[in-house]
């Protein structure tokens, strides 16, 4: 029997920075695209279909002193491969359950801080790069940029003893599809997003509020007010201290302005966003943005992805003190990376426009998020 290692196992030794090998059987060019990162991770990649009539070819190859996953799409090439290597004397191998799909599916919930007035969770998309959170108060919770697999926030709001009432999308996504919609029908929670980004369905636009209060809660509305990833980009200020940033700032780097076409006039809109609006804020601020690009490098000591306005300011060339022509100039040479795929499509579903069944869902947001640019690490 080939044992299995679950994707929160595989998550646990990302954060611990464990040593492991991975053995990706897909192909090549998804392999190239989009794998399991991990600090101290070695890899091969051999396709599945060049070790269906055995894995002689790659034995003296794998470690006999570590412990090997092997890893799919789904699970299935996996099992039938590690099979081999167990029947080959290899006894430190597992499959990752489920495959690539379970680790793009998979939220890590970490806690980023809690007194006698406040708790704020962060969810971690391990195997995407996507943030959310939960901010709870009192007996209501607040979600932001919540993803598609509603059941989780549902469940942890069922744990803290709270009822979510208020649900904010900081844009319109343009790599994942939001679960904002559907969890504000399931819960009956006020849905908020900028009229500007142009949903068809019923929501609470953000234009028509400066703040949302409740509890021990004041969050200022940043709109039209943070524009530059996309026209109609919000951060949300909570209580002075947290700027749940969207895709505008992140912990190394900004968001990118090119997917909508218009990306001189979009990186303008960026440059008065972070010189005008951010630049007033306090070097404290914690910033909690929507997506990270490395999570060995944006994870903090305190287990949660973000940092203070000041550490990103000072190790962000593109905030500090760039002149306007100078700024928009190096966003656009940087701005032809590639675009998310399929973002059209993921776009026209977030926007009320399309509907697709749950495997459509799943092979559109196959990949890693491609909405930053200017990373640190890059």
């Avoid at 379970?102 to 007035?117: I, M, T």
Wanted: aromatic share 8%; proline share 3%; glycine share 8%.
């Amino acid at each position: 029997m080939v044992k299995e290692m679950t994707v929160q196992q595989m998550t646990e030794k990302v954060l611990n920075k464990e040593s492991l090998f991975i053995l990706d059987v897909r192909n090549e060019s998804d392999f190239r695209d989009w794998k399991i990162e991990g600090e101290n991770f070695d890899y091969l990649n051999v396709p599945y279909f060049e070790l269906i009539d055995g894995v002689d070819s790659i034995v003296d190859r794998l470690p006999k002193d570590k412990d090997i996953v092997v890893v799919c799409a789904k699970g299935g090439s996996a099992a039938f491969v590690a099979e081999q290597l167990t029947e080959a004397g290899f006894d430190n191998v597992y499959t990752l359950a489920g495959g690539m799909q379970a680790w793009s599916e998979h939220l890590h919930q970490a806690k980023v801080y809690e007194d006698d007035q406040l708790k704020i969770y962060q969810f971690i998309r391990v195997g995407k790069g996507c943030l959310s959170y939960m901010v709870i108060s009192g007996s209501e919770a607040l979600v932001v940029d919540p993803l598609r697999f509603v059941d989780v926030y549902e469940q942890v709001a069922k744990q803290e003893g709270v009822k979510i009432t208020h649900i904010v999308d900081s844009h319109l996504h343009a790599d994942h599809l939001s679960g904002g919609k559907a969890l504000a029908e399931r819960t009956g929670a006020t849905y908020y997003l900028m009229k500007s980004e142009g949903a068809v369905f019923d929501f609470e636009p953000l234009e028509q509020h400066e703040t949302i209060d409740f509890e021990n809660v004041h969050l200022e509305v940043l709109a039209v007010k943070t524009p530059g990833h996309t026209p109609g980009s919000v951060s949300f200020f909570v209580n002075g201290k947290w700027l749940f940033s969207g895709d505008t700032i992140f912990v190394g780097g900004l968001g990118r302005p090119d997917l909508g076409g218009k990306v001189a006039e979009w990186a303008a809109d960026l440059y008065h966003t972070v010189y005008e609006k951010v630049a007033a804020m306090a070097d404290d601020v914690i910033v909690l943005p929507a997506h990270y690009a490395n999570l060995d490098e944006e994870i903090n000591a305190e287990g949660y992805v973000g940092d203070t306005l000041g550490r990103i300011r000072a190790r962000n060339e593109m905030m500090q003190n760039k002149p306007k022509d100078e700024f928009i100039d190096l966003v656009i040479q940087s701005a032809n990376t590639e675009t998310p795929p399929n973002f059209e499509d993921i776009v026209a579903i977030n926007r009320g426009l399309k509907t697709v069944d749950i495997e459509t869902e799943r092979e559109l947001e196959i990949g890693p998020n491609r909405c930053a640019l200017h990373h640190t690490h890059a």
